[in-house]
């Protein structure tokens, strides 16, 4: 395979030219909208942080590299009192940057647009298609074939000049530990879906340039190539939602009752040893007249997140304003970034500042951090070389528009004989949005939620013809069928935990989209978005059955579930 790359001789913001391709049939934005700017040297969702000139080899270059990596340290899991843990970089034997200060996070260079499929795959309970037909493989299997067999070197200093794009989602995980869930489907969405794209159009922002390429198999090549060049130099500004401070009303299938009553038993489980950290999560379902693509503009524009992105699907959408990193490969580095630990923005820059210290030296949160860091250390481990383990940031504050995160950077040397399969094994789901140790952890959330996670917490990004990727996990992220809105929201829950506080983390992470998702914030109508039908996707259960089904099958015998006649209850400003 050969891809054509060339660097046009204007500038367009690719949120304004995406504008114009939102609506096409799988269309795909991944998107970095915090500033260029910071403090933080570490890479961006699509790329590297160097110079233009700077090659991705040499961004992360494996001489370099190796000098730093250090051997892991030994396992923390066995400690289950989290205040013997909750502090420092002494727990681990490799050196760790306690950073614990404001960052501006400079990972935000490169935003992509994929467009025109040539390929699709899809994977639904575990039956795989291509292009519409069966399968024998399995996704991941045929998608790692078909990686290699498209397998081009990039040249470039770009972060990929072709690849796969796609998400797997939550429910995808669970057949690599054969973990079933009690919970019916409640929104019909292919569980996995990758697409082989003939045309990307990249934006450097931190260069200020925009880049084509172009599958030179496809057909009509040159005239395609042209009529491209010709859109994009068009003018394509859009103006800037307007921001306002409305909040769209939300059901959920937990009262605040039953959610903080799931939380304890939850806690008990910790307290017996099951495990010694969980992430409990609920499902919002939300309403809105508001145009898939209007709610990602205002969330980028009021709420900017470092790892966001759009997909149109078949006949749904995905809005995602993610703050974290799942992974990243560059070369032989592999990074991935866990977020625990949360608090508010204050109402005025003298709450904002205590609140900020709170997180800080909180040790209820660093130890959620510490744990999960462990977790991921040990999962990165079985995928590279030994000893080449280690933890360069920790406990490192990132503000948001409406939280304040805890992160750290968890990084290592990939074995080369590592191909998708072994991968997703290793490392999916995330250690942030499950638990330790993880399997029992995952089994415990099923028996505790009241519905499927579906694509919430599973992860939207890319893997790159000359082997390198990069994923977020999708919190933050709103999945669109109609104008039917769901909504995943959730926190990490240690023996330390508060029910009362846990609940409102739930709000508080769900605010930035219940914000973007008001009726009343000024979106320019409803743009009757296509129903893209070739079979990929089903009807959407109805919202009445949906809720029905989630309290039927919900275990009452613990008292998670509260039965009152506001178990389905309307949350409005």
Known sequence: MTTHVEKLDFYRPTADIFERYHQEPFAIFLDSSTPVAGRCSSPQFAGSSQAPSTSVASCCGSSQFAD???????????????????????????????????????????????????????ETEGRCTENGAACPESLEQRLSR??????????????????????????????????????????????AFFAFYDVLIIEDREERALYLTMREEAEDFGARLTK????????????????????????????????????????????????????????LRLSSSREPYEVYRYLRTHHPAPFGGFLQGVDFQVVCASPERFVRIRGSRIETRPIKGT???????????????????????????????????NDLNHICEAG????????????????????????????QDIEVPELLHSLFPGGSITGAPKIRAMEIIDELELERRNLYTGTLGYFSLDGNCDFNIMIRTGICRGNQWHLGVGGGITCESDPEAEYEE??????????????GGGARGQAGTRRLSDGLGDDAHGQTEELDSARKQADTGGGCVDTADDFVREETV
């Open 68 to 122: 730093s990596l250090q051997a892991p340290s030994t396992s923390v899991a066995s400690r289950c009192n989290s205040a013997q843990f909750a502090g420092s970089s002494q727990a681990f034997s490799a050196p760790v940057a306690d950073c614990c200060i404001s960052s501006s996070r400079q990972y935000e260079r490169y935003s992509i647009i994929a467009l025109e499929p040539y390929l699709i795959l899809t």
């Open 146 to 191: 078909r990686l290699e067999e498209h397998r081009e070197e990039n040249p470039t200093h770009l972060p990929l000049i072709a690849g796969a794009f796609g998400y797997f989602s939550y429910d995808f995980c669970r057949k690599f530990e054969n973990i079933h869930s009690r919970h019916p489907r409640t929104v019909q969405v292919p569980d």
């Open 228 to 283: 491209y060049r010709a859109e994009l130099r068009k003018p394509c500004f859009v103006p800037a939602p307007p921001a306002h401070k409305g909040l769209a009303p939300f059901s959920s299938a937990f009262t605040k009752a039953s959610y903080k009553e799931a939380i304890r038993r939850l806690i008990e489980y910790i307290r017996a040893g099951d495990i010694y950290i969980a992430n409990m999560t609920q499902q």
């Open 343 to 377: 608090r508010k923005r204050g109402s005025t820059e003298q709450e904002d500042s205590m609140l900020r210290e709170e997180l800080r030296h909180s040790t209820k949160d660093r130890s959620e951090l510490l744990m999960i860091v462990d977790l991921e250390r």
């Open 388 to 415: 080449s383990v280690q933890v360069p940031e920790h406990f490192v504050i990132e503000d948001y528009s409406t939280v304040f995160h805890l992160v750290s950077t968890v990084i290592g040397r990939r074995r």
């Open 506 to 519: 739930t709000l508080q992470k769900a605010k930035a989209m219940r914000e973007a998702l008001w009726p």
